[in-house]
């Protein structure tokens, strides 16, 4: 066998660039306990910080980030259900324009569902009426971490570590609309705005985090 040896240089730089391929980006916190600076609400009801957390208070109203627009990016929600009856709220991504209304995102953007109970089109993890969740895993303490990838027009979900959805809609039978309330079918863009909805005065959801991480090219 004939040894071959790799100068001192040349490994070191190879050793970089082994580091620079698998290292992530690192996480912006657009929410992280603090206030809400940066962010806008349209519609009824609010959001609220609360020792540390967003509170939703009813709706249906939209609490956007109008910072900037978002893409090709990892999306990472923290929430849990407050002390009510139902657990119902979404997280918009790809909204096009800085929303005026509530109703702008539903038909304009994609609501990535939160809700403990609904059928698999309309449950935590789906793409509203549009593309199912798989599951739901449930989280040991009531924290629930949901990362959303936009990665060009594809759109992954997972839940507590799981994916529960992954949504292409160049490829995918999207079901035909059937209520006034679930979005108009059509292209949404590669970025756009994000938001959290406040769905309703029994629905109080709290989040601790919003962040999101470019994806590596």
């Known amino acids: 066998m004939i040894a071959r ?3 001192l240089a040349a490994a070191a730089a190879l050793l970089a660039l082994s580091s620079s391929c698998t290292q992530e980006e690192p996480w912006k916190p657009l ?3 603090g206030d809400l600076s940066g962010w806008e609400h349209v519609g009824p009801g609010e959001f609220t910080v609360e020792e540390g957390n967003m509170v ?3 709706g249906m109203g939209l609490l956007y980030y109008g910072g900037e627009k978002v893409g090709n990016c990892v999306v990472r929600i923290v929430y849990k259900r407050g002390e009510s009856e139902r657990g119902n709220a979404g997280v918009f991504i790809r909204i096009p324009e800085a929303p005026k209304d509530p109703w702008y ?3 304009h953007g994609y609501e990535v569902q939160i809700e403990d109970a609904g059928d698999e089109f309309h449950r935590t993890g789906a793409i509203y009426s549009m593309s199912r969740a798989d599951t739901f895993p449930q989280s040991d303490d009531g924290w629930n971490t ?3 990838t936009l990665d060009g027009q594809r759109t992954t979900v997972a839940v507590n570590g799981t994916v529960v959805n ?3 809609p160049t490829a995918a039978q999207i079901p035909e609309r059937k209520r006034y309330y679930e979005p108009q079918r059509g292209p949404r863009p590669d970025e756009g705005y994000i938001g959290l ?3 309703d005065e029994n629905s109080v959801l709290l989040f601790k985090e919003v962040s999101v991480r470019p994806l590596r090219n």
Do not use: C
């Open 5 to 7: 040896f790799v100068p």
């Open 31 to 33: 929410f992280a306990g």
């Open 56 to 58: 939703t208070h009813g």
């Open 105 to 107: 995102a539903v038909h």
């Open 146 to 148: 949901m990362e959303i």
């Open 166 to 168: 992954d949504f292409d």
């Open 197 to 199: 909805q406040n769905h």
